[in-house]
C-alpha cells in the first residue's frame, strides 16, 4: 500500500498517528526505552510503523525527519496549552480553553497560524515529554482586584460619592468589531477541532476494521494450509500402506509358485508351511479368524 508521504506529497493523519503511536510504545518501552542507541530506537520505531501501516516503503531516516516536525509543532501546543490553563477564567470550558490554547499557537510567529495536529496530541498527551505542568494556581481573572486601593483623605470621597456608580470610558470605535472578528475566528477554529476529532474516531475505527479483515484472511489462509498438509500427509501414508501391501503380495505370490519337485524333505516342508501361512493371511483377510480353524487342524 502505497503511502502519500512516499511520493513526496503531504503525509496523512493515519500515517502520523502511527508514527506517533510507533513511538510512544518504542521509546517508553518499560524494558528496553531507556537503553537503546539513537540509531536503534529508529530501527525499532520504523519495524513498529511497519507493522501498523502494512505495506508501507518509508524508511527510519524519513520517519526520523517527520517526527522532528512533528514534535516541535506538539512542544509549541504543549506551551501553548499550558499558557490558556494559566489563563482560565472562571466559569469557562474545554472548548474555551481550546480555543485560547489556538490564539497563543499562532501568536507565537513560527510555522503555522493553528495547530492542526489533534489526532497526534491524542496520543502523545500523556507523556512525559508532553506533559503539561501547572505553573502555579489557577489565576481567576475579572472577578476581584488584584488589590485594593488606598484610603483617601480627600474631602471629595463622601459617602455620596462611594455610593454612587462609577462611569464607564466609552470604548473606542473599532474595538467591538475587532472583539467580534476574534470570537468569529475562535468559532471557527472549535469547529475545526470538533471535526478533526470526528475524522479521527472515524479514521482509527477504519484501520480497526482493515487489521480485523487482514487477521481474518491470514486466519483462513493459514488453515486452508494445513488442511493441504494433513491431505498431503494423509495421501503419503496410503502411498506408503499400498506399497508395503503390494510387496507382501508379490512375495506370497512367489511362495505358492515356489517349485519344490527337486527340494529336498526339509525343504518340502519349510515352504509347505509357508504356504499354509499365506493361505491362512489371506482366508483372515477374507472370512475372519472362524475360516482359518482346518489350517490349524491339519498342524496339529
Given at each position: 500500500?502505497?503511502?502519500?508521504?512516499e511520493t513526496?506529497?503531504?503525509?496523512?493523519?493515519?500515517?502520523?498517528?502511527?508514527?506517533?503511536?510507533?513511538?510512544l510504545?518504542?521509546?517508553?518501552?518499560?524494558?528496553?526505552?531507556?537503553?537503546?542507541?539513537?540509531?536503534?530506537?529508529?530501527?525499532?520505531?520504523?519495524?513498529?510503523?511497519?507493522?501498523?501501516?502494512?505495506?508501507?516503503?518509508?524508511?527510519?531516516?524519513?520517519?526520523?525527519?517527520?517526527?522532528?516536525?512533528?514534535?516541535?509543532?506538539?512542544s509549541?501546543?504543549?506551551?501553548?496549552?499550558?499558557?490558556?490553563?494559566?489563563?482560565?477564567?472562571?466559569?469557562?470550558?474545554?472548548?474555551?480553553?481550546?480555543?485560547?490554547?489556538?490564539?497563543?499557537?499562532?501568536?507565537?510567529?513560527?510555522?503555522?497560524?493553528?495547530?492542526?495536529?489533534?489526532?497526534?496530541?491524542?496520543?502523545?498527551?500523556?507523556?512525559?515529554?508532553?506533559?503539561?505542568?501547572?505553573?502555579?494556581?489557577?489565576?481567576?481573572?475579572?472577578?476581584?482586584?488584584?488589590?485594593?486601593?488606598?484610603?483617601?483623605?480627600?474631602?471629595?470621597?463622601?459617602?455620596?460619592?462611594?455610593?454612587?456608580?462609577?462611569?464607564?470610558?466609552?470604548?473606542?470605535?473599532?474595538?467591538?468589531?475587532?472583539?467580534?472578528?476574534?470570537?468569529?475566528?475562535?468559532?471557527k477554529?472549535?469547529?475545526?477541532?470538533?471535526?478533526?476529532?470526528?475524522?479521527?474516531?472515524?479514521?482509527?475505527?477504519?484501520?480497526?476494521?482493515?487489521?480485523?479483515?487482514?487477521?481474518?484472511?491470514?486466519?483462513?489462509?493459514?488453515?486452508?494450509?494445513r488442511?493441504?498438509?494433513?491431505?498431503?500427509?494423509?495421501?503419503?501414508?496410503?502411498?506408503?500402506?499400498?506399497?508395503?501391501?503390494?510387496?507382501?503380495?508379490?512375495?506370497d505370490?512367489?511362495?505358492?509358485?515356489?517349485?519344490?519337485?527337486?527340494?529336498?524333505?526339509?525343504?518340502?516342508?519349510?515352504w509347505?508351511?509357508?504356504?499354509?501361512?499365506?493361505?491362512?493371511?489371506?482366508?483372515?483377510?477374507?472370512?475372519?479368524?472362524?475360516?482359518?480353524?482346518?489350517?490349524?487342524?491339519?498342524?496339529?
Amino acid at each position: 500500500m502505497g503511502s502519500s508521504s512516499e511520493t513526496g506529497g503531504a503525509w496523512s493523519v493515519m500515517e502520523d498517528v502511527s508514527l506517533c503511536e510507533s513511538w510512544l510504545h518504542t521509546s517508553h518501552d518499560p524494558v528496553t526505552g531507556n537503553e537503546m542507541k539513537f540509531c536503534h530506537m529508529w530501527k525499532r520505531i520504523h519495524q513498529d510503523f511497519c507493522e501498523r501501516m502494512i505495506g508501507s516503503t518509508c524508511t527510519d531516516q524519513a520517519l526520523s525527519s517527520r517526527w522532528k516536525i512533528l514534535t516541535k509543532e506538539l512542544s509549541k501546543w504543549r506551551d501553548a496549552l499550558a499558557k490558556a490553563m494559566d489563563n482560565h477564567r472562571s466559569g469557562e470550558n474545554l472548548t474555551n480553553e481550546i480555543i485560547q490554547a489556538q490564539m497563543f499557537f499562532g501568536a507565537t510567529g513560527q510555522g503555522k497560524k493553528s495547530f492542526n495536529h489533534m489526532h497526534c496530541w491524542e496520543v502523545v498527551k500523556n507523556c512525559k515529554k508532553f506533559q503539561i505542568i501547572p505553573m502555579g494556581p489557577t489565576v481567576v481573572l475579572n472577578e476581584t482586584p488584584l488589590h485594593e486601593t488606598p484610603a483617601s483623605d480627600s474631602p471629595m470621597d463622601s459617602p455620596m460619592s462611594q455610593d454612587s456608580p462609577i462611569e464607564k470610558e466609552p470604548r473606542p470605535i473599532g474595538r467591538k468589531a475587532a472583539k467580534a472578528k476574534r470570537g468569529s475566528n475562535a468559532t471557527k477554529n472549535s469547529s475545526k477541532y470538533l471535526e478533526e476529532l470526528s475524522k479521527l474516531q472515524a479514521m482509527r475505527i477504519e484501520m480497526d476494521m482493515k487489521q480485523q479483515e487482514h487477521d481474518m484472511a491470514i486466519d483462513v489462509e493459514n488453515a486452508k494450509e494445513r488442511e493441504y498438509v494433513r491431505q498431503q500427509r494423509e495421501y503419503a501414508r496410503q502411498e506408503r500402506e499400498y506399497a508395503r501391501q503390494e510387496k507382501i503380495e508379490n512375495k506370497d505370490r512367489e511362495t505358492m509358485a515356489m517349485d519344490t519337485t527337486h527340494m529336498s524333505p526339509e525343504t518340502k516342508q519349510y515352504w509347505k508351511l509357508e504356504r499354509r501361512d499365506v493361505m491362512r493371511r489371506r482366508l483372515f483377510r477374507e472370512d475372519g479368524p472362524s475360516n482359518t480353524d482346518w489350517l490349524n487342524d491339519q498342524n496339529n
